[in-house]
């Protein structure tokens, strides 16, 4: 079983900052890629931000140059960074994980229960 724990969420007013964490554990062998999503009331699930495993990283256009992502491999943690936060970015964000369980055969998908960002003056 791999289980991912996020924290970090909360209230911000525009223009604020906001640090989001999420650790995975459980029986983990690998982890490929880590990322972030989000999905807004009436919206689909959409990518905020990703990382590899060599560091490589990806932004929705939408974040580019307000949020970064980090990963801590040794500890199997991801975190994001928001920067001037928009109330646009109003949202629950998940994080998810590409890794393969000790022992297992073959990649999964894992995703995190979501934090809620509230970005409101």
């Known amino acids: 079983q791999v289980q991912l724990v996020e924290s970090g969420g909360g209230l911000v007013e525009p223009g604020g900052s906001l640090r989001l964490s999420c650790a995975a554990s459980?029986?983990?062998?690998?982890?490929?890629?880590m990322g972030w999503y989000r999905q807004a009331p009436g919206n689909q699930r959409e990518l905020v931000a990703t990382i590899t495993s060599g560091g490589f990283t990806n932004y929705a256009d939408s974040v580019k140059g307000r949020f970064t992502i980090s990963r801590d491999s040794a500890r199997n943690t991801v975190s994001l960074q928001m920067s001037n936060l928009k109330p646009e970015d109003t949202a629950v964000y998940f994080c998810k994980i590409n890794a393969r369980a000790t022992g297992g055969l073959g990649w999964i998908n894992y995703w995190g229960q979501g934090t809620q960002v509230t970005v409101s003056s």
């Open positions: 459980g029986t983990i062998g690998s982890i490929n890629t």
